[in-house]
């Protein structure tokens, strides 16, 4: 079977090929013609893309349930650090490469700070008023008031729903990798890169939290097959992390994804949290990318009979949210030890010797597992291979097409005598006149399309984020103003810590509910009405484009009967005009890209903090004036309702904050994204259209005169046209080949 790679290769030397036959015809400078510029550029730009061009599988799950295990049993070595937890979590990239090679993207400064800021509004002893300078964990200063801070809170009230406080994790892990981090963190993004016998390192660095804290990315490049040169596999922790902000990185990786493996421990089964992330998954719009694997421990099922009990189970409920799911069941770390028996230390090695005599359960996950691997090679060498090369091979038709047409023109009017070709080019000005006003009303016709669909857009964007409808904003807005604090929570708080670290406390348990909120009900919402939006964008456009195939087609018949009289054979039809599959690659050469699921959260940095905490101030000092003289449980009474007034204000003060932050990420989409994307897909298209006029309506007038004059070699120039013809018909062949191949793969 032809495998994608194979493919791309073999389309990638019709391109060059095409690219060799155009720069052949530079050489005869009599005949050159300044459309095939153009068509140059195009072979190149066909050449880069393929090369850009990347598959993304995400592999997502629940905590121990397998991922990295399953993505090293793809890899086909034990590359991902194993067992990882999820209190500071990355979404690993893996691509094949020529030697082993880890690459770690760190955060900035500035990025750094931006989190330290978000996550210590309404910390106590790091509240800071509107004249000071910001927070810079470069400052010793800084860093001592800030660790002062978090030592003064009381260890067990930052527990939130039995997890530690993820705004005090994060602080804790930046002062406790600063002195290690600080030598290679950079005022602009720097890289750590470890090759060869250095490459393990990454996993130190990786699982651990003080110095992970300050990664953006990672991205491991292995030598080894894996499943294609452009291929990307992504191991996402921390689906089910108590951390809203894990889950938006997900997030924005899965919009990415052409496939999403999720991994299933048949250990545990199917658990609330990933009920959860595939309630979200739905909500994004994308569960049809989306396929199953039941990671199956050996050790945990009696029998091959009790497995599939299990499996069964899992099937029944994952029906329930994604109907005719497909499941597949293995054990990854079987697999994993299978391929690395000779590395094994003896425990493992032991481990393996048991699994082997459990022959009925290793036989049926033998043959899942196979079922899988050709599951997986349709997904990558056939749907992928009909999605991302069948247009740059129509493009390359096209060029060919134009170039066989232009060289049979050519032959046709050195044939002629001085008078042939002064009627030949009287006929070519006729036509060049036709073709000009075609390509003006093609032209005209977008223009228009791009005004409609921008007033179309902005108008179902601001319909969208509309805080007085009953959308995402006004949702938000509800979710914030019920949110009910359980006061008896703080009780032993008010007493120990007193006033401003409590309401530190209610604040870091308000907040990750808030962002929990945005993560799982904003950002799905959003992602899918943009993946709508884009789709209703590349609809209309092709919408608009279609008849101008039909009329390119009547165009250029006209065209070329009446340059040669009827003589040459019909001209085929071409495939109609479509972006639809290019839109990815338009986003990328744009430099565009949806903003991040984080940005949703980032709300707290508009938070006044001081009107909260003077407001609080003020209530609980005229509340406690008041107590003096009433018992001693009055008075604890009092600092309860002065506590829920304070609760008060920061609600109020974080759904300003809201609005504010929404309003302005509402304007970032529709200006600095979808608008942009608008103009790029319709160049992109009219481009597309362009290609197919090329050479045809060239000024002929150079030409004439050098026939007239006799001043053109005859002879010469028709020998390198017959030359040039049979190299046409060569590619021609080749392009209808792999035509038939890709319909090979398709069926």
């Not at 015809?25 to 195009?42: A, H, N």
Request: charged share 30%; with cysteine.
């Amino acid at each position: 079977m032809h495998t994608y790679e194979a493919l791309k290769n073999q389309l990638a030397l019709i391109s060059d090929d095409t690219l060799r036959l155009l720069n052949d015809i530079e050489k005869v400078p009599e005949l050159v013609d300044q459309g095939f510029s153009q068509w140059r550029t195009t072979c190149r730009n066909i050449s880069r893309q393929m090369s850009e061009e990347t598959m993304r599988v995400a592999v997502v799950g629940a905590i121990k349930s397998g991922k990295s295990t399953f993505v090293n049993t793809l890899l086909g070595g034990d590359y991902l650090k194993r067992g990882a937890g999820v209190v500071t979590s990355i979404v690993t990239r893996v691509r094949t490469g020529s030697r082993l090679r880890a690459s770690l993207y760190l955060k900035n400064w500035d990025e750094v700070n931006g989190d330290i800021n978000q996550a210590s509004v309404l910390l106590p002893a790091h509240k800071r008023s509107d004249g000071e300078p910001s927070f810079d964990i470069r400052r010793e200063k800084d860093r001592q008031v800030l660790e002062r801070a978090l030592n003064e809170l009381p260890a067990d009230q930052l527990i939130i729903n039995d997890t530690r406080s993820a705004g005090s994790v994060l602080l804790t892990s930046y002062l406790k990798g600063y002195e290690r981090a600080q030598p290679i963190v950079e005022a602009d993004h720097a890289t750590v890169v470890f090759e060869k016998d250095r490459f393990p390192l990454q996993r130190d660095f990786v699982g651990d939290d003080s110095l992970a804290v300050y990664l953006k990315d990672v991205l491991l490049e292995i030598d080894a097959p894996g499943l294609g040169q452009t291929v990307e596999i992504a191991d996402c922790q921390g689906s089910d992390s108590p951390n809203p902000m894990h889950l938006a990185m997900i997030q924005d990786y899965l919009t990415l994804a052409h496939l999403t493996i999720y991994v299933i421990s048949s250990r545990t089964g199917l658990r609330q949290a990933d009920i959860r992330f595939l309630s979200i998954i739905r909500k994004m719009g994308i569960l049809d990318t989306v396929v199953f694997v039941v990671n199956c421990d050996f050790s945990e099922h009696e029998s091959l009979a009790d497995l599939c009990e299990g499996v069964g189970k899992i099937e029944s409920e994952l029906n329930l949210i994604c109907p005719e799911a497909q499941v597949f069941t293995f054990s990854a770390l079987f697999l994993l030890m299978v391929r690395m028996e000779s590395e094994l230390p003896e425990r493992e090695r032991d481990r393996l010797v048991h699994w082997r005599r459990e022959t009925a359960m290793v036989d049926f996950a033998t043959a899942e597992h196979t079922r899988f691997q050709r599951f997986l090679d349709q997904k990558i060498n056939r749907e992928r291979s009909a999605l991302m090369l069948k247009n740059h091979l129509e493009r390359l038709e096209v060029a060919s097409t134009s170039i066989g047409s232009w060289i049979t023109f050519s032959r046709d009017l050195l044939a002629r005598d001085a008078g042939g070709v002064r009627e030949l080019a009287d006929r070519a000005n006729h036509q060049r006149g036709h073709l000009d006003r075609l390509r003006l009303t093609v032209k005209n016709t977008l223009d228009g399309a791009v005004f409609q669909v921008k007033r179309d857009l902005k108008a179902a964007i601001d319909r969208f984020f509309d805080a007085h409808a009953d959308g995402v904003v006004a949702g938000t807005v509800r979710f914030v103003r019920a949110y009910q604090v359980e006061m008896p929570r703080y009780d032993e708080s008010l007493i120990a810590v007193g006033f401003t670290q409590t309401l530190y406390m209610v604040f870091q348990e308000f907040k990750q509910a808030v962002d929990a909120h945005m993560a799982e009900v904003v950002n799905p919402q959003v992602i899918r009405f943009v993946k709508a939006q884009e789709k209703r964008l590349v609809g209309y456009l092709d919408e608009i484009a279609e008849p101008y195939a039909d009329m390119i087609d009547d165009a250029l018949e006209n065209d070329a009967n009446a340059m040669e009289d009827g003589r040459t054979p019909k001209r085929r039809a071409s495939t109609a005009v479509s972006i639809g599959a290019d839109l990815e690659t338009i986003r990328r050469t744009a430099g565009l890209s949806l903003p991040q699921a984080a940005a949703t959260m980032r709300y707290s940095g508009q938070i006044k903090t001081e009107a909260v905490m003077r407001f609080g101030f003020y209530k609980i000092v005229n509340l406690v004036k008041k107590a003096l003289k009433k018992s001693a449980d009055k008075a604890h009474q009092e600092q309860f309702l002065a506590l829920a007034s304070g609760v008060k204000r920061m609600q109020r003060e974080t759904e300003r904050s809201i609005l504010f932050h929404l309003k302005d990420y509402k304007e970032n989409l529709k200006f600095q994204y979808m608008l942009r994307l608008v103009d790029a897909a319709a160049a992109a298209l009219h481009h597309r259209i362009l290609e197919r006029f090329q050479h045809h309506g060239a000024d002929l007038t150079r030409l004439v005169e050098l026939v007239v004059e006799q001043r053109l070699d005859k002879e010469k120039v028709s020998a390198a046209l017959v030359r040039m013809e049979a190299s046409c018909r060569t590619i021609q062949a080749e392009i209808g080949r792999m035509k038939a191949d890709l319909e090979k793969i398709k069926g």
